[in-house]
């Protein structure tokens, strides 16, 4: 910790802090700096408010910047329109704090700048988000090392701050026990960011940079070097405001029931929310406390809910917070059960051997697989329940585990809104056993929980799924008759 202050006197909860660089602070600088990597909004970020906090300490104003480069792993038009409607967003939500908001958008990797270095020697300090997946610790790392003030990453992620659970769960039932007996500490604490004091002083800064405006850039995708091949999905929208009637909209109308059928592919009866936590545009705090406040503590949609939300979603981030970003997508991380198991049927005659290009193109032998593969392309996202079954088939067609997940890790972050998570890297992993249990041992799988499409269509009535996203050509999917499917 840097001398001069301790976060707690700063009434900021120092367990969602990680001191990256630990330089003293210095006199005689202009501001504060949020570096916005992750949490892509001005209202109920714990790392913006950590930065008032420290702005306010050192009477100093705070100022919010975010770049967003051209060359990050899978940047498409997709991942940019949504990123640009929410940083659309920014410029009047950080003003309606006394923030000044400078963010810059090279449309090539050459137009970057790499201008954290120069803000750093304006800077007293510089916090930013604290991530625990994708290139966001490598980002850290770096700056780092070209800074000699302090940075800090905040946890703006998780209502039970990562660092508080010290250890790798082994499982949701190892969390779960653990995050029940912290959310009476952490589920009812809102994070509006407090006033910010020197708000005249923050009204003289100006950036030595021009800055970017993200509506205008929206409208101008195809000026960025990106991948032009993957298109925004049509109506959604990225940002706080779509997300927030996201949110409303759920409540209203899919909460009940959420308990029952949110496993039915049939129905659309998920929140939609991944993608908005995952750029950062809505805080699950903020959300389980809506979901709490409209439907009360017993509701069974409610208590669902919650537990993808805090227990699921934490999860993940456990995972990614105790296993560094190399390890992350190995067949080495699994545990040692699932490890050994897929090792021993390595060399098992896989039934169905499909190319990684075959697999993108939704052209396998699967109608239900090939309807969810395009799901994915054409939406953004799959049902929660046939995503499962999309990881498992990918498993199974796969030359290798490793390749498996370097097959998963491709499709589901070039086309998903909501990849490039910890919530990504947990459940592809998920697929080869982590946070699961051995079943019974059979070829290729070894003791990996198996998904069968035929399973799939005996459970659910899939008619209404497949009339929306299978094509003339994929193959058949066989239908149990009592379920009087519409295809
Ligand atoms: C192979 C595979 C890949 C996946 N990839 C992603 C991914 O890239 N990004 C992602 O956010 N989730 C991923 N998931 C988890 C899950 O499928 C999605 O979080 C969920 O479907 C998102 O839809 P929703 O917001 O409507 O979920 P809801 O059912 O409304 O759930 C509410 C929230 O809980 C969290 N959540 C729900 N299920 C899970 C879960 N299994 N693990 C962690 N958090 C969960 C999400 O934040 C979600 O928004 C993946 C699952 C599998 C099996």
Redesign the pocket.
């Given at each position: 910790m840097p001398s001069g202050f301790s976060w707690s006197e700063l009434d900021v909860d120092s367990s969602r802090v990680l001191v990256v660089n630990e330089a003293p602070l210095p006199s005689g600088r202009d501001f504060v700096l949020y570096w916005c990597m992750v949490n892509h909004r001005a209202d109920e970020n714990p790392a913006l408010d950590a930065a008032i906090a420290l702005g306010n300490h050192l009477s100093l104003p705070v100022v919010v910047y975010q770049a967003l480069r051209p060359d990050y792993p899978h940047a498409s038009d997709r991942l940019h329109a949504f990123a640009l409607e929410g940083l659309a967003e920014l410029p009047a939500a950080c003003a309606r704090h006394g923030l000044p908001y400078w963010l810059e958008l090279p449309r090539s990797p050459r137009e970057h700048r790499p201008r954290l270095a120069e803000l750093g020697k304006r800077a007293a300090a510089i916090v930013s988000d604290l991530f625990p997946a994708f290139i966001i610790p490598g980002h850290l790392r770096g700056a780092a090392k070209a800074l000699d003030v302090p940075l800090f990453a905040v946890d703006a992620s998780c209502v039970v701050p990562m660092q508080r659970i010290t250890e790798p769960q082994l499982g949701a039932y190892t969390l779960r026990p653990k995050l029940r007996k912290l959310w009476p500490e952490y589920l009812g604490r809102s994070f509006s960011p407090r006033p910010l004091k020197a708000t005249r002083a923050a009204k003289q800064l100006s950036p030595d940079f021009a800055l970017s405006d993200a509506k205008a850039l929206r409208k101008a995708l195809d000026t960025f070097q990106i991948d032009h091949s993957v298109p925004p999905v049509p109506d959604v929208r990225g940002g706080r405001a779509a997300a927030l009637k996201t949110l409303q909209a759920?409540i209203e109308t899919r909460l009940e029931g959420?308990d029952t059928e949110?496993n039915d592919p049939g129905r659309d009866q998920?929140?939609?929310?991944?993608p908005y936590?995952?750029w950062g545009h809505l805080f699950?705090g903020e959300a389980a406390r809506t979901v709490l406040k409209a439907g009360g503590e017993k509701h069974p949609g409610m208590q669902s809910?919650l537990e993808?939300?805090l227990v699921?979603?934490e999860?993940?981030f456990n995972y990614c917070t105790h296993t560094a970003v190399p390890r992350q997508l190995s067949v080495e991380s699994l545990p040692r059960w699932a490890r050994e198991s897929l090792e021993t049927h390595r060399k098992d005659k896989r039934e169905h051997l499909y190319s990684l290009e075959e697999l993108d193109g939704a052209r396998t032998g699967d109608g239900l697989w090939n309807a969810s593969q395009r799901e994915l392309r054409e939406r953004g996202?799959?049902?929660?329940y046939l995503?499962?079954l999309?990881?498992k088939k990918i498993l199974e067609w796969s030359p290798t585990p490793a390749e498996a997940l370097q097959r998963?890790a491709h499709l589901?972050?070039r086309y998903?809104l909501?990849?490039?998570?910890p919530?990504?890297v947990?459940?592809?992993m998920?697929?080869l056993g982590l946070h699961d249990r051995p079943f019974q041992e059979r070829k290729v799988l070894g003791k990996v929980r198996p998904m069968s499409s035929l399973r799939t269509a005996e459970k659910f009535d899939l008619g209404p799924y497949l009339e929306r996203w299978a094509r003339p050509g994929d193959a058949p999917v066989k239908l149990p008759r009592r379920r009087n499917p519409k295809k």
């Open positions: 759920f959420y949110r998920q929140s939609g929310l991944s936590f995952h699950p809910f993808e939300l699921r979603r999860l993940a996202r799959i049902h929660n995503r499962m999309w990881g998963m589901n972050d998903a909501d990849g490039r998570d919530a990504s947990a459940n592809f998920w697929v």
